[in-house]
């Protein structure tokens, strides 16, 4: 006991001397001033960590970390009054949007301090401090703003800070420096090996051009600033679930844009998305206007009301605001300006003005929010009684059928991480809007389809998800324009306009069959999810020979679909062969019917030509210069993280040299590519290799010598001919929404798609793709399949320009040709876009696994 008490005589002196002889500033603690170099993470991390010792009035929460291992902090700032009811506030918070009870929001990672009992508190608004969160730093060569962060921690815990110290008495700040570690941290190394003595601003010098990936996105070259409803990497999965757990009333996501640019803040750019409350627009313009005088008074150049809408609901803006926040995007111009860079307009952009222009508004933001803290409580309770009492849209419960376990399951994992609630079960039939069919008709509900009622909190994030069609006011926007969940994920859903309760928290599913001492003649799995594509990648690497089934048969008494997995004890001479089996189907929850006999009930005997050996494929992915990183980020993050399959990454500049007879299958993701090698290409197929073309990669293939592939040209009659000579002389101010008539921002489609192809095995006979352009081709001749075809009325939902809807028809998006003893896949689309498009995982895995076997 008294060594206790000695320990913590000595910390309270230790913290009594700090304040003694004052906090540190950035500079001091640095050596350096905030501008005149990038600072590392680390060094950022011990800042805030020296921080979290020095200052009474903050506690400091880890609360993941990245790929890399680097750590992800969030510093909670607040008076003397608030710092030790942290807990107390986040609750009231929740309790404000009648989120306290929801499952995984009740405890915080580092929280502590008085807790009210859930069962007892109740919400108030009053005396309550609001919450307002700054996110700096997700695009990691937009690097300014970690170094904002330090300067505005900094004033806001100065306690001789007479300007910030009042505005904490209503207001908890919290500041999560950098979202992106990894990124940040991989172009700041890159500056500091290639600066001079001195900043060199010619925007030619080589310390202006990254090289490839550059910093922009995380280890798996992901984009986090796309990813926040989505939740597909580690380093989002973790920001949100803390974020879930207090939901601020106010945020602002951090970011530069390019150096030419000046600084934009709100209000933002139309289109709003319908459900942005009157008040949302209203408090974003009085923050904005804050700013403004700020500016005004420095005499700083900045825009608002363009460029950066909100619609697109996986942003660092957007997202917020369909969770009830005052969302907002602060774009720095700076892009590649490094320490120094001289402008189009001949002046010389630096560091320092960068990191001076985000502190500003920073501390801004917490004043506007300190200013109207309680209107903003007030319109946060309010947004979330209405979520509760009076949701948006049309439809009031939404049903989706549970026809394919696996996908329902990852799609509830995704409600979980986003706080939406649901159900199962209902006890009589609906009619409501078939996603299918676009058309209204019965339903006749199953005791374990998915049900999920839009008379509950997140009810507006709800809508905007899992509207059929995002309604756009604008077209003019700056991403994608359709998502919902329900073509993400390709599953068969209702949406009804009354509001359904369902009948049961949880559904009964079956429990995958426990194999003891079965001894099996063969092994069948199922083959229809991504979970099944894991099952066999974790076979292949234990060594185990692996069949399908080129067509459907019965057996056990069960119906297999085509490309159905078969483990037969032939070919699989091993002692262990049964208990392999069983440890891995028992580690993946995997679900497996042992045969007695390779005799089946109806189809094709097991030793029938329709049944193909799967060979073990050794997989490349092309990376580097000329490839798109965050296109072939998604397959590496796919192989390595949701399969757990072995693949290669080889540069596109070495293929030339590289043995392309060490591979099996070669991916090449989207890119500009420059020289691509299709001759080379050619030989290694017909000598049995498998080429995946995806995207712009399909396009270089196009009139090559051995390659079918040619692109659709658009028909011409005499009345078009007419027709475009009338054509109006185009305004120059009109010149960008004249743009949009050729424009696929992302629109959802649907294909016509031929399941009897391994391409297709584990899919209905359609695919609902999302198109990024107007890309189409001819269909393939006789020694090609036409495997995902699309008719003119293919668009399903988002904004498409009238010519490229007029070109996307009649025409060929996914396609198979044989070449020799290989084979080359046509994916016009982005089969796995952002990794959230679970629809297309399954596709992309037919064809590196099934194609061509």
């Known amino acids: 006991m008294i ?9 309270l002196s230790a913290f009594c001397t700090a304040f003694a002889q ?36 903050v506690k400091l929460v880890q609360y993941g970390s990245t790929n890399e291992g680097r750590p992800l902090l969030a510093m909670f700032i607040a008076s003397d009054g608030n710092i030790g009811r942290l807990e107390e506030i986040r609750r009231n918070n929740l309790r404000l949007a009648g989120l306290e009870s929801v499952a995984g929001l009740n405890k915080v990672a580092g929280s502590s301090g008085s807790s009210s009992n859930p069962k007892t508190a109740t919400a108030t608004s009053s005396n309550t401090p609001v919450i307002c969160w700054l996110s700096y730093n997700v695009h990691g060569n937009e690097p300014a703003s970690s170094e904002a962060a330090m300067w505005t921690l900094y004033d806001l815990i100065d306690p001789s800070n007479t300007l910030t110290q009042p505005w904490l008495k209503n207001t908890v700040v919290v500041i999560d420096p950098c979202l992106n570690p990894d990124g940040r941290d991989r172009y700041v190394n890159f500056y500091n090996s290639v600066k001079g003595a001195a900043p060199d601003a010619n925007p030619y010098a080589r310390e202006h051009a990254e090289p490839w990936p550059g910093g922009r996105i995380n280890h798996y070259y992901f984009d986090l600033n796309r990813d926040w409803a989505w939740q597909t990497q580690k380093e989002t999965q973790a920001r ?26 709100a209000p933002a750019a139309e289109p709003f998305h319908k459900v942005i409350t009157p008040w949302q627009r209203e408090m974003q313009t009085t923050i904005g206007k804050n700013n403004a005088k700020y500016f005004d008074q420095n005499g700083w150049l900045y825009f608002t009301k363009q460029e950066f809408d909100l619609l697109y609901p996986s942003y660092g803006d957007t997202y917020p605001i369909y969770n009830g926040s005052i969302g907002m995007t602060y774009e720095q111009g700076g892009i590649g300006a490094g320490l120094a860079v001289l402008t189009r307009s001949g002046d010389t952009l630096t560091l320092a003005q960068r990191v001076a222009h985000h502190h500003s508004t920073g501390l801004s933001t917490v004043e506007s929010t300190s200013a109207y803290s309680q209107k903003l409580l007030d319109e946060f309770k309010k947004f979330y009684d209405k979520s509760r009492t009076n ?15 696996d996908k329902v399951n990852a799609l509830t994992k995704l409600l979980d991480r986003n706080g939406i609630q649901y159900g199962f079960g209902l006890k009589n039939s609906v009619t409501g809007y078939n996603y299918t069919t676009g058309k209204i008709e019965q339903y006749n509900v199953s005791p374990n389809d998915l049900i999920i009622n839009a008379y509950q909190p997140k009810s507006v994030l709800l809508d905007v998800l899992l509207e059929p069609k995002t309604f756009v006011t604008d077209s003019n926007t700056y991403d994608i324009t359709a998502w919902s969940l329900p073509y993400v994920y390709g599953l068969k859903a209702y949406a009804v306009k009354e509001s359904l309760k369902p009948a049961s928290s949880t559904f009964s599913a079956a429990k995958p069959q426990v194999l003891v001492n079965t001894h099996a003649y063969a092994y069948v799995s199922t083959w229809q999810s991504v979970n099944d594509v894991r099952f066999l990648s974790a076979l292949l690497k234990s060594g185990i020979k692996v069949r399908y089934s080129e067509r459907p048969f019965q057996a056990a008494g069960k119906k297999f679909a085509a490309g159905s997995l078969l483990i037969t004890r032939a070919g699989n001479d091993r002692g262990d062969f049964d208990q392999t089996i069983a440890r891995i189907a028992t580690e993946l929850n995997q679900d497996l019917t042992p045969l007695a006999s390779g005799f089946v009930e109806k189809g094709n005997d097991l030793g029938s030509d329709v ?21 072939m980020g998604e397959i590496w993050h796919f192989f390595e993280q949701q399969i757990g399959y072995p693949i290669t990454l080889v540069r596109y500049s070495d293929l030339s040299r590289a043995r392309l007879a060490d591979f099996d299958v070669a991916i090449f993701p989207d890119g500009d590519y420059d020289g691509f090698p299709s001759d080379k290409l050619t030989s290694w197929i017909r000598d049995g290799g498998k080429l995946i073309a995806i995207q712009n990669a ?12 040619k692109k659709k040209e658009e028909k011409k009659d005499d009345k078009a001919d007419e027709k475009s000579k009338e054509q109006p002389i185009l305004l120059y101010d009109s010149r960008d929404r004249d743009a949009l008539r050729s424009s696929v921002p992302g629109a959802i489609y649907k294909l016509n798609l031929d399941n009897t192809h391994p391409l297709g095995f584990g899919l209905p006979n359609y695919y609902y793709s999302i198109k990024l352009s107007d890309d189409i081709y001819d269909f393939l001749g006789e020694d090609g399949w036409n495997v995902g075809t699309v008719k003119k009325d293919g668009l399903v939902s988002g904004f498409v320009g009238q010519k490229s809807k007029e070109k996307i028809k009649d025409g060929l998006l996914l396609g198979v040709q044989s070449m020799g003893r290989g084979s080359v896949i046509y994916m016009v689309d982005d089969p796995v876009f952002r990794s959230f498009w679970e629809n297309g995982k399954l596709l992309l895995s037919n064809a590196v696994f099934m194609v061509g076997q």
């Open 3 to 11: 060594k206790k008490l000695l320990l913590l005589f000595i910390l």
């Open 698 to 709: 399909v396009a270089q293939l196009v009139d090559k010598k051995g390659f079918m592939l």
């Open 611 to 631: 049944i193909r050996y799967i060979r073990q494929p050794k997989v490349m992915l092309a990376a580097g210069d000329d490839v798109s990183s965050e296109a």
């Open 240 to 265: 949100l679930a803390l974020f879930n757990q207090w939901l601020p009333e106010v945020h602002v996501d951090y970011h530069e844009q390019g150096y030419n640019a000046p600084y934009y803040f």
């Open 391 to 405: 949701p948006p849209g049309e439809y009031k419960t939404y049903i989706i059928e549970n026809d394919n376990v």
């Open 22 to 57: 004052g906090i540190q500033s950035p500079e001091k603690f640095l050596g350096y001033k905030l501008g005149e170099q990038f600072t590392p993470h680390y060094k950022i991390v011990e800042y805030f960590k020296y921080i979290a010792q020095a200052s009474k009035n």
